[in-house]
């Protein structure tokens, strides 16, 4: 089992900045690949970011290239999302996962692929 904890959410005016963390405890932190996910009121689930365990290779949604990055410290067992840029869209509930497969495409639109799964934090951003 993984346990994932995320934090970080808040209201941010469009054009700001917000930094989301997701701890996570349990496992070897350095066997998963780690994502950030979102989902806005009324709309399903969906891929932003992921990162290999490795930490060398990321992937990104269209919407938030340019304007996000994922990272991630294994001392710390932690996963961040840098979110600059803030628009209005992005205003959604964003949850952390954790796989222990293969890193590769479908990770970006599998989302039974990912495991384990943390409890979310809103972001709203303001127009």
């Known amino acids: 089992q993984v346990q994932l904890v995320e934090s970080g959410g808040g209201l941010v005016q469009a054009g700001g900045s917000l930094r989301l963390s997701c701890v996570a405890s349990?496992?070897?932190?350095?066997?998963?690949?780690m994502g950030w996910f979102r989902q806005a009121l009324g709309k399903e689930r969906e891929f932003v970011a992921a990162i290999s365990s490795s930490g060398i290779t990321t992937y990104y949604a269209d919407s938030v290239k340019g304007r996000f990055t994922v990272s991630r410290d294994s001392a710390k067992n932690t996963v961040y999302l840098q979110m600059s840029s803030l628009k209005p869209e992005d205003t959604a509930v964003y949850y952390c996962?954790?796989?222990?497969?293969?890193?590769?495409?479908?990770?970006?639109?599998?989302?039974?692929?990912?495991?384990?799964w943390g409890q979310g934090t809103q972001v709203t951003v303001s127009s």
């Open positions: 996962g954790a796989d222990p497969g293969l890193w590769g495409p479908p990770l970006r639109t599998m989302l039974a692929r990912w495991n384990y």
């Open positions: 349990g496992r070897t932190f350095s066997n998963y690949n």
